[in-house]
């Protein structure tokens, strides 16, 4: 079966960084848009960043110029880099694979069939 392992998470001060890790197995990875969501405690899930197989890239505002998502398919992997990062950014990550292949970066999360178990990211001074 697919799964999806995220990996990466941990407690940082203001101002740093942290890199996320999603590995997939289960699949045959080409062709396949890769997402970051996050839900921080109490609130929505939303969008961070997604990648499609080509490169083309899509980010949330709120996140646009710190975080940079990207992909090794030949290790059928998926990274966020987050730079810069602030207390808002507090929050457990998730990564996704969107249904169907070939598709665009797409920033809604009924368009991803399956998810991972996440991780958490802790932004504290």
């Known amino acids: 079966q697919v799964q999806l392992v995220e990996s990466g998470g941990g407690l940082v001060q203001p101002g740093d960084s942290l890199r996320l890790s999603c590995a997939a197995s289960g699949l045959t990875f080409s062709g396949y848009v890769m997402g970051w969501f996050r839900q921080a405690s109490g609130k929505e899930r939303e969008f961070v960043a997604a990648?499609?197989?080509?490169?083309?890239?899509l980010y949330a505002d709120s996140v646009k110029g710190r975080f940079t998502i990207s992909r090794d398919n030949a290790k059928n992997t998926v990274y966020l880099q987050m730079n810069s990062l602030k207390p808002e950014d507090t929050a457990v990550y998730y990564c996704?694979?969107?249904?169907?292949?070939?598709?665009?970066?797409?920033?809604?999360?009924?368009?991803?069939?399956?998810w991972g178990q996440g991780t958490q990211a802790t932004v504290s001074s």
């Open positions: 996704a694979l969107r249904r169907g292949r070939w598709g665009t970066a797409t920033k809604y999360g009924g368009d991803y069939a399956y």
């Open positions: 990648i499609s197989w080509g490169g083309g890239t």
